[in-house]
């Protein structure tokens, strides 16, 4: 079957460390992958688009790699702080540029002093 | 710009009662959809458009239709709301008529309770 996966536990960290998330895909073959952070109550905000051809992209303290081969995104969020708590979503086009974006369940991210 | 505008944010429903969540965006976005969000099941596509005058079905379509008569407005029709659709619905949309070219913007959801 087709499906993301993005570990549901919470991921807690302390203040000024790297956080690290990862998605994982199954039977899919996108031709780019997303990332988004998502507050409580809120809509989901854009963070970083990775094509398939891109091994790595950075923005600020973000970086996003994407591994066609394992079927893997890793996000990483460095000097981490209070502020980056919320739950990552990646997201990717089903099939290779397709119209559709589907979305992992998502990681909730907390950042402790 | 005020971006993605969803109303109602709040909704409550008796089961069969037929409603329309609303969505605008003052982007000139060719590119818009609807998804809804369940805990455990994250963000699921129920319909997009790719520009005016068409629609197309998600992952989870069945129970609710669209339609795009303008590029600013893509509302969500309940038909016959079920406990099922209780959710928080959101609408987004991007530039261009690919969801390739970008990113989507995110309205602040509708959440819908049906009784």
């Known amino acids: 079957s087709q499906k993301i996966e993005q570990n549901s536990e919470a991921l807690n960290i302390q203040e000024g460390k790297t956080a690290t998330l990862t998605c994982n895909y199954t039977n899919y073959s996108p031709a780019y992958l997303q990332w988004y952070r998502q507050d409580p109550g809120r809509g989901p905000v854009f963070l970083l688009l990775?094509?398939?051809?891109?091994k790595e992209k950075r923005k600020e303290r973000l970086k996003v790699t994407f591994d066609t081969t394992l079927k893997q995104s890793l996000f990483h969020i460095t000097a981490s702080q209070p502020a980056d708590s919320a739950t990552y979503l990646c997201a990717l086009d089903p099939s290779y540029n397709t119209d559709k974006l589907i979305f992992g369940t998502g990681t909730r991210l907390q950042v402790f002093p | 710009n005020a971006g993605v505008t969803q109303t109602p944010k709040f909704q409550v429903l008796k089961t069969g009662q037929s409603m329309t969540l609303q969505c605008a965006q003052d982007m000139n976005h060719e590119y818009m959809s609807w998804y809804r969000q369940d805990p455990g099941m994250g963000l699921r596509l129920i319909h997009y458009s790719v520009g005016a005058g068409i629609t197309d079905q998600g992952e989870v379509p069945n129970g609710y239709n669209v339609s795009r008569s303008t590029t600013e407005d893509f509302p969500l029709r309940l038909l016959s709301a079920a406990p099922s659709q209780t959710s928080v619905y959101f609408c987004?949309?991007?530039?261009?008529?690919?969801?390739?070219?970008?990113?989507?913007?995110f309205g602040e959801g509708s959440r819908l309770t049906v009784l």
């Open positions: 990775i094509r398939e051809n891109e």
């Open positions: 987004a949309s991007s530039y261009g008529d690919r969801v390739a070219t970008g990113e989507l913007f």
